[in-house]
Nanobody, 122 residues
Framework: VQLQASGGGLVQAGGSLRLSCAAS????????AAWFRQAPDKEREFVAA???????YYTDSVKGRFTISRDNAKNTVDLQMNSLEPEDTAVYYC?????????????????WGQGTLVTVSS
């Protein structure tokens, strides 16, 4: 399975970006898909996840601002990010796994994309 993330960039605070992650090599309709992010000198942290049933999970800091979605026919998972804040600046990674014990833990996921940089200016 290969994941290709795209959509990062530079945006002003209050703006929006949409990240997209395309999976190839295997259909993933039952996989849990997630986005993590890693800011400079910080550990990788959970942002959002969507499981095979379509149930969504978010870290508290992005609730109401970010929306995760998936298109199983296209093997894609997107992250719509609105009302962006400078604290959202990080490299964002998409990830999937067929069996996730703890969706908030990076170690639960086997497949990772290369990361896409999001920079939010104040």
């Amino acid at each position: 399975v290969q994941l290709q993330a795209s959509g990062g960039g530079l945006v002003q605070a209050g703006g929006s970006l949409r990240l997209s992650c395309a999976a190839s090599g295997r259909t993933f309709s039952w996989y849990t898909a997630a986005w993590f992010r890693q800011a400079p000198d910080k550990e990788r942290e959970f942002v959002a996840a969507i499981d095979g049933r379509g149930v969504r999970y978010y870290t508290d800091s992005v609730k109401g601002r970010f929306t995760i979605s998936r298109d199983n026919a296209k093997n894609t998972v997107d992250l719509q990010m609105n009302s962006l804040e400078p604290e959202d600046t990080a490299v964002y990674y998409c990830t999937i796994d067929p069996s996730v014990a703890n969706f908030r833990a990076p170690i639960s996921y086997a497949y990772w994309g290369q990361g896409t940089l999001v920079t939010v200016s104040s």
